[in-house]
């Protein structure tokens, strides 16, 4: 009788530990895509059409943003943001160009 006690007690102090532990959650340094758009939110811009530029392409004008948008290439005077292909006469109606991108 001894013997059966000494063995299940020897089995639920083994056993019992692993059936009730939980795996260890480990915080995840990513970010949400939530979080991330909150971080890095998309600048709103004013949509001033497009141009055709001297090499024949066509470009966007420059438009007024909340922050440096995708594909700009400076930043005119004024504050808008230029897309010009090309650094002669970028912002040139614009005040000229306060920072290239």
């Known amino acids: 009788m001894l013997r059966r006690f000494v063995s299940v007690l020897a089995f639920a102090t083994v056993l019992l530990p692993l059936l009730f532990a939980q795996a260890p959650q480990s915080p995840t340094n990513q970010p949400t895509q939530q979080q991330q758009q909150q971080q890095n939110p998309k600048p709103r ?33 004024d504050g808008t943001y230029s897309f010009s292909k090309s650094r002669r006469g970028t912002c040139s109606h614009h005040g000229g160009v306060a920072k290239w991108l």
Do not use: F, H, L, M
């Open 45 to 77: 811009c004013t949509d001033a059409g497009t141009y055709v530029n001297s090499q024949g392409q066509t470009v966007k004008r420059p438009e007024n943003c909340s922050a440096a948008p995708q594909g700009a290439t400076a930043q005119c005077r």
